[in-house]
Every structure is written in structure tokens, then in C-alpha cells.
């Protein structure tokens, strides 16, 4: 069997990592390998390893028995035998887990396992065009998740019929059961078998579910995208993710937005940045033109002289300001674009205004070369 991978070289992440730094890393390939929208050839399977070493890099307890203990950590049997474990043998780490692990007892308080638990989170890709995220729009997103069975009410049982009280446990959740350990044989508690911790036994299961008390669901929710959004922003939905169990709430939905690049604009923030190509004689003698800007086309004024490569602002006709009031600017960059070809007409013309210009001494050069050396002169005039 092949070693498995290191979970930080999975996530592309030190192990000096912060909780943030791995949590945008998770997020950033979760986006790239999500079976819903990746192209890559080994989704499904890239999907299910980053996901594994986001859950235990993201838990304290669990990264640090990782840490110690490499990927034996992870192991549900692991500190079964009579070696030291990390966060599967000890349940996550710390003197109160090892006594707990060892002994079944501890400082920890034993969970009760009929009580209310939320359900898990869930995310959904929401791809926008670049004017999308500058606007905002309403959309509905459809999904599947999963949702309390109508048949048995979320029980798990047939209709009719109610879970039972486990037999072997007797509601507990949990049985005492003796272990070889460092110490010697001692005796420990590990999830009843038979009722798999919930405490309660279901000897009739409903049809529908078989048990679970979930179905998976198609379900669909409408959401506002503010407008400002950005590439990776995220918005949570409360109670849009899955069912919870014995009673508990759904869990949130996590919305990422992913915009698209524009064939025009480049956006950095609020601010939109648009070249505008322009030829020489406007950039000499100035022009007044109409420029597109995401809010529409205004008219802009160019001065005359203006160089090549230079910057002008439009106040206000940039993206909005997603925690804020007001836009940001559009930035405009002039490109002076030179004409490779011109007719004997033009030429002459070129060659009269060179004449009276500083450009008077490439008059004497010949016919072939003579546009070039214009064009040379005047990058070198405007650099």
C-alpha cells in the first residue's frame, strides 16, 4: 500500500502554518477540485484528500497528534494496543484524554448522545460575469442536502414505531470494554456497537430512510449577491446546509463567488483599470472621445501632449464599495498606437513636419526607412 500523503504538502502549506493560512489554502483548492466544477481528470479523488487534511490540520488537538504522530494519528484504533496514541487513541489529545482513554473516566463530562447536534455546513460555487459582481443580482441556487424524513419525522423508524432504548447499553451510548495498555489491562469505554453511541436502538426502520432519519434532498434557496463582490468573497446562509440530528438545527450553506474575468476592464479592489488606444495625432493635438466604463460610456477629453503611457482617473466609475458607500475609480492608461503602413501622402506630410521640427535630421534618410526612423524618433521623444 502506498504511504499517504503529507497532510501539509497536500494543502501546500508549511507546518508553521497559521489557522487562516490553511483555511484560505483549503478554500482556494476545494474550489479547483470540487466534483461539481472541476475538469480535472482526479477530482473526486483530490477532493476527498484535501478535505481529509483540512479537517485534522484545522483541529488543534488533531493537527497537534498529527504533528507528533504522523498519519497513525488518524487511526480510530490507534492507542488501542500497547502503543501511545495521538488524537484517534486519546480522543483528541491532552492528560484528561489519556486518563478518559485509559481508565473511562477523566475530567471530561460523557456527551449525551440524544442531545440536539447542528447539522454540517455545506458550500455551493456561484460563478458571476465580471458586471454581475460590480451590480449584484438575485438568483436562485438549487442543490442537493440532506433533510428530515417526511415518512418517519426524522426518528429513523417506521411509521408506527419508535426507536427503543439500546439493549445493550441501556441508552448510554457507550460499554466498557478491557484493554491492553502500557499499564497493564484496564478498562475503557468505546461507542456501543450496537446502537453506535446514539443510545437507542431502532428495531423497525422506516422505509424511506432506512434509519438514518435524512433523505438527500434537491432544495433550493434565493440569494442576493451584494454589489462590490470579489473573486472568493463568501456569504453564509443560515440553516440552508444539512438536516441536524435528534432534533438539532440545519447547518449554514456557504455561498463563494467566482467572477470572471472582463475582455475590457482589469478590477483590483473597487478600482477598474482600462487601456485606451489612441494613435499619434490625437496624442499630439489632443481629441475628446467616448470611453467605456462599467457604469456606461462618458465622454473624456484628451489633452494635447499627452504621452504615451499615461494614467488618467475617473472619479466614482469604479466598483462599489461592499462595506461602504460610494465607488472606487477607473484608471485609464493611453497606449499611442503607431500606424505600420502609411500611403505617399502621408509620408509627404510626415516629411514637411519633420522639417520644421526637431525631427528635421531623418529627412535625409532614405525612402525605405524613412517611417521607421519617424517611429523610432518618436518613442524616444515621448519615452
Do not use: W
Request: hydrophobic letters at 25%; one cysteine or more.
Amino acid at each position: 500500500m502506498p504511504a499517504k500523503e503529507d497532510y501539509y504538502d497536500l494543502l501546500g502549506v508549511s507546518k508553521d502554518a497559521s489557522k487562516d493560512e490553511i483555511k484560505k489554502a483549503y478554500r482556494k483548492l476545494s474550489k479547483k477540485y470540487h466534483p461539481d466544477i472541476s475538469e480535472e481528470a482526479n477530482a473526486d479523488e483530490m477532493f476527498k484528500k484535501i478535505t481529509e487534511a483540512y479537517e485534522v490540520l484545522s483541529d488543534e488537538q488533531k493537527r497537534a497528534a498529527y504533528d507528533q504522530y504522523g498519519h497513525a494519528s488518524t487511526d480510530p484504533n490507534f492507542g488501542a494496543g500497547g502503543g501511545f496514541g495521538g488524537a484517534g487513541g486519546f480522543g483528541g489529545g491532552g492528560f484528561e484524554d489519556i486518563f478518559e482513554q485509559f481508565f473511562g473516566g477523566g475530567g471530561r463530562r460523557s456527551r449525551n448522545p440524544n442531545a440536539p447536534m447542528q447539522g454540517e455546513d455545506l458550500q455551493y460555487i456561484l460563478d458571476l460575469k465580471f458586471e454581475e459582481a460590480i451590480f449584484g443580482k438575485e438568483t436562485t441556487v438549487r442543490y442537493r442536502r440532506e433533510e428530515e424524513c417526511n415518512n418517519c419525522g426524522g426518528s429513523g423508524a417506521k411509521p408506527g414505531t419508535s426507536p427503543q432504548t439500546c439493549s445493550q447499553c441501556g441508552g448510554a451510548g457507550a460499554i466498557n470494554v478491557e484493554r491492553n495498555t502500557p499499564f497493564g489491562r484496564v478498562m475503557t469505554q468505546q461507542a456501543c456497537p450496537t446502537c453506535h453511541g446514539t443510545g437507542q436502538e431502532i428495531k423497525e426502520k422506516c422505509e424511506v430512510c432506512h434509519g438514518t432519519g435524512h433523505t438527500k434532498e434537491q432544495h433550493s434557496v434565493k440569494v442576493t449577491v451584494p454589489a462590490g463582490v470579489e473573486d472568493g468573497n463568501q456569504m453564509r446562509l443560515q440553516n440552508q446546509g444539512d438536516a441536524g440530528k435528534n432534533g438539532g438545527p440545519y447547518g449554514d450553506l456557504y455561498v463563494v463567488f467566482r467572477v470572471a474575468d472582463s475582455d475590457q476592464f482589469k478590477r483590483k479592489g473597487t478600482e477598474i483599470y482600462y487601456e485606451l488606444p489612441i494613435n499619434m495625432v490625437q496624442a499630439t493635438l489632443g481629441d475628446e472621445l467616448e470611453v467605456p466604463t462599467v457604469h456606461g460610456k462618458v465622454k473624456f477629453k484628451i489633452p494635447s501632449g499627452t504621452q504615451p503611457g499615461t494614467t488618467f482617473r475617473l472619479k466614482g466609475k469604479g466598483a462599489p464599495r461592499l462595506r461602504g458607500t460610494g465607488n472606487g475609480d477607473q484608471h485609464i492608461t493611453v497606449n499611442v498606437e503607431i500606424p505600420k503602413k502609411i500611403n505617399q501622402e502621408q509620408a509627404e506630410q510626415l516629411r514637411k513636419f519633420a522639417k520644421v521640427s526637431e525631427y528635421d535630421e531623418i529627412i535625409e534618410q532614405d525612402e525605405g526607412s524613412f517611417f521607421s526612423k519617424v517611429k523610432d524618433a518618436f518613442k524616444d521623444k515621448h519615452k
